[in-house]
């Protein structure tokens, strides 16, 4: 069965600092991977996604992220985090049906 | 492009009445809607499905008859949530996809459920 662990359940970074967000997921095949983002009280905003190809996947907002399969990983990067990127960040894997990670959330200090 | 939406936003309504959600897919034709269950400070949970003209497939666990499920269009699905109790409270939110699996799933803002 497919599976999405997110270790960290909480992250605080400084405003302009480097960001790396860990995911690690259980697939039986070549997984689709995905980051969303949401706001409080929101719906969900695809930051990326990693079908094939490239393994290092660039998304919106200066995100990006890496898919190592020797790890199962697919860990989300952004080199300078800005005071808007407070939210919950959720990793899915799944094509037809997709199983979210338990989420981190970010809180970005001044 | 890629737009879904729900309405409504929030509701809020008493114990033992039903509540119907609805999510449409603006600029595109959604083959397949998705339905999830948010509790405060977790994860999404998929609960639903469901295929424009076909019947709902439901997740272990949830009952079928509670929540009732149409995707009567390639546009609309609507989510019933029956005989509403307290335990019902929670964010629904739905996704909607295209076609094919690779297709990317297109979330809805979500609709916040208070059942009092």
């Known amino acids: 069965a497919q599976s999405v662990t997110q270790p960290d359940i909480h992250i605080t970074v400084s405003e302009g600092a480097s960001l790396e967000l860990r995911c690690n997921y259980s697939?039986?095949?070549?997984?689709?991977l995905f980051w969303y983002v949401q706001s409080p009280g929101q719906g969900l905003q695809l930051l990326l996604k990693y079908f094939s190809g490239d393994t290092l996947v660039q998304g919106i907002k200066g995100f990006e992220a890496e898919f190592k399969r020797s790890q199962s990983s697919f860990n989300l990067r952004k080199p300078s985090v800005h005071w808007s990127d407070a939210a919950e960040y959720f990793c899915?894997?799944?094509?037809?049906?997709?199983?979210f990670g338990a989420g981190t959330r970010l809180t970005v200090k001044p | 492009g890629a737009v879904v939406s729900q309405h409504p936003s929030w509701v809020i309504c008493k114990s033992g009445t039903s509540v119907k959600i609805e999510c449409r897919s603006l600029d595109f034709q959604a083959t397949t809607m998705f339905w999830y269950r948010q509790f405060p400070k977790q994860s999404l949970m998929l609960m639903a499905t469901?295929?424009?003209?076909?019947?709902?497939?439901?997740e272990q666990g949830v009952e079928k008859d509670k929540f009732l499920i149409n995707h009567a269009s390639l546009t609309l699905s609507t989510l019933t949530v029956t005989s509403a109790h307290p335990e019902d409270s929670s964010f629904y939110i739905c996704s909607a996809r295209r076609g094919f699996s690779t297709d990317t799933q297109y979330f809805g803002p979500g609709t916040r459920l208070t059942v009092l």
């Open positions: 469901s295929n424009e003209g076909s019947k709902a497939t439901y």
């Open positions: 899915a894997v799944g094509g037809g049906d997709m199983r």
């Open positions: 697939y039986g095949a070549t997984p689709y």
